[in-house]
């Protein structure tokens, strides 16, 4: 839409606005002529007549000879002072007032200038000060942009000081010969769904004065444009007028709807994004880090919130609704929960963290259907694995849980801090590798290495391995259960329907009475000192060498000399570390003589010739085949008695259900 408007309309519209602002003070002032009212305002106003605006209330008259004198009557204000104001962000649509913004987008060094505007008051003058290192306006500039505009009556005294001042506010520096009719005009156009607006200005004709930035606002205001007027713009047009073309000089805000809470997953929820891992630059095919395990207390996802919308506003001051984000829930599953501030989703158990249904889960149970193998990799799990299958050569299951595997166990290795289920049996063609926190089950154990926290207990027959266990080792669940070939260490008790073979055979080394744990490492230890006292006594012989030839020869080469500090350095650090060995070989020693335990060795069956029995550091082999019989120690002698039952309620409750 467009609309034309006079100088007359704009100045009551003026009228009426400034009015309206309580910051400017206004006066009704009298006078024999113009010039004598606006004297008596800026008196009353206490301010120069530059700095004046007014409204003629009643023209004068000279009258003739006396008769039917009339006084000027005019409504003068005095011009806002601009106030400095901070720059706001390009997302604020308040209105600035300062520099022109072609001025600001300019390098930091701007020439000052000079500008001119006619207005009722008369011809004003404008210099602004250069920035940075840029030039000041020249006195002459500001002449020839006063007579460009035809005005030649001007205090060319003010004109100098305006120049050097360049306080950047207009100065009446002079008259013309004004003609109302030859004002400047202007037309606005609103468009783009009330969003913008733009002016059109018309220019003056000779005598005419041009639009002040004041008179810009309130006309835009009159055609009710009162949010996002653009003040730069304001400030540009009434310095450097563009005429005949559309000028933006307003706004509006858009509207900016709310986005939508989202969730933010720290996991890998998608399992075909997860990436095998490589050593050496080449693909470890059985590390395929398909379990993602979690921490209890580990924050598996964040919410960002649903942000609110950002109203918009026409350049008419209409609001424009905006749509808030939509909040969205934690998908909370099981063994998980909210923080406090209700935005992140954490663990409450170690586990596997899942994505299914849409709900995160820690599963504290991984469940294997098939085999352990080339398609499901090595596993390691923070809490219990069941597998459905078989655990293949050269794989292992590690768990912080159980672990119970449905089929059975080969050449493998198995590491839980609870119990091991085998429902099968473990082969291990003598390099498997089976420990558990807590105990062992198995069908049968064969060419295996298995060490339990507490006991390993066998259905069938334990044969040619070596177990060690805290507690016990029992293999008494069928009717040939039986422990053939192999070394055994329990601390409290071992317990098989049979013992040994008939046949002789592999030899059957049965130890109880002592911690299985510090007798293997003082055999370690003692292995380490025999080594230790080999090397102490070459390096002495070869001490002994070098000095017995320096005794001889009063001295030795540079080169050997340097041979024998390096040996005596060797021994000494040697030494030391027999030192240390002896120290904690000796504890350990203590330790176990001072263990107060009663192991035994029970058969409820047969224990054959061959198989040897060391209760402490007593041992004795047996010689002859027995029957139902306990062998325990009594006055550091190996006795027997008849064969005492299990009397434990764990065997009757089996192996813990996985689940």
Known sequence: MAARIGLDAIRELMRRYLDEDGDR????????????????????????????????????????????????????????????????????????????????????????????????????????????????????????????????????????????????????????????????????????????????????????????????????????????????????????????????????????????????YLFEIDRSNMQLEEKNGKVDYKELNLVQNVVEGQALARKVPAKQGIPGRTVTGKVLPAKNGKDTPLPLGKNVKASEDGLTVIATVNGEATFIGGKINVETVFTITGDVDLKTGNQFFLGTIVVNGNVQDGFSVKATGNIEVRGSVNRAELSAEGDIIVHQGINGKGTAMVTAGKNVWAKYIENSNVIAGENVVVSQNIVSSEITADKRIIAIGGKHSAIIGGRYRACEEINAKTIGSPSGGAETILEVGSDPKSKVRLEELDGKLRLLARQLEELDKNIYTLNDNKRQKKSLSEEKEAVLQDLVRRREETAAEERTIKAEYDSIQGYLSNLKVRGKVSVSGKIYPGSKIVIRDIREEIKNEYKALTFYLENMMIKTTRYEELDDEFLKKGPPDAH
């Not at 002032?29 to 008196?43: F, T």
């Not at 009330?194 to 930035?213: F, I, K, N, W, Y």
Request: charged share 30%; proline share 4%; aromatic share 4%.
């Open 25 to 264: 003070r206004s006066v009704i002032a009298e006078g024999s002529s113009l010039d004598e009212a606006l004297k008596n305002a800026s008196v009353q106003l206490d301010c120069a007549i530059g700095r004046l605006e007014y409204e003629i209330l009643e023209r004068g008259n000279a009258g003739v000879v006396g008769l039917g004198k009339k006084p000027w009557k005019i409504n003068a204000y005095e011009v806002s002072v601009k106030k400095k104001v901070e720059k706001k962000s390009n997302t604020e649509l308040n209105v600035d007032i300062g520099l022109p913004k072609e001025f600001i987008e300019q390098s930091k060094d701007v020439d000052g200038d000079a500008f001119v505007r006619l207005a009722p008051e008369g011809a004003l003058l404008k210099v602004r000060a250069p920035v940075g290192k840029g030039k000041k306006a020249s006195e002459k500039t500001a002449v020839e942009r006063l007579h460009a505009r035809a005005v030649h009556d001007f205090d060319e005294k003010l004109v100098s000081e305006t120049v050097k001042s360049a306080e950047g506010t207009w100065v009446r520096v002079g008259t013309f010969v004004s003609n109302p009719a030859a004002d400047a005009l202007m037309s606005v156009d609103i468009g783009l769904q009330d969003m913008e607006a733009h002016v059109v200005l018309t220019p003056p004709q000779p005598g005419g004065c041009d639009l002040s930035r004041d008179i810009i606002l309130s006309y835009l205001r009159s055609n009710k444009i009162v949010f996002g007027v653009m003040e730069d713009v304001l400030v540009s047009l009434e310095e450097r007028p563009v005429y005949k073309e559309p000028v933006l000089v307003a706004q509006g805000q858009k509207v900016v709807n709310g986005d939508d809470a989202k969730i933010q």
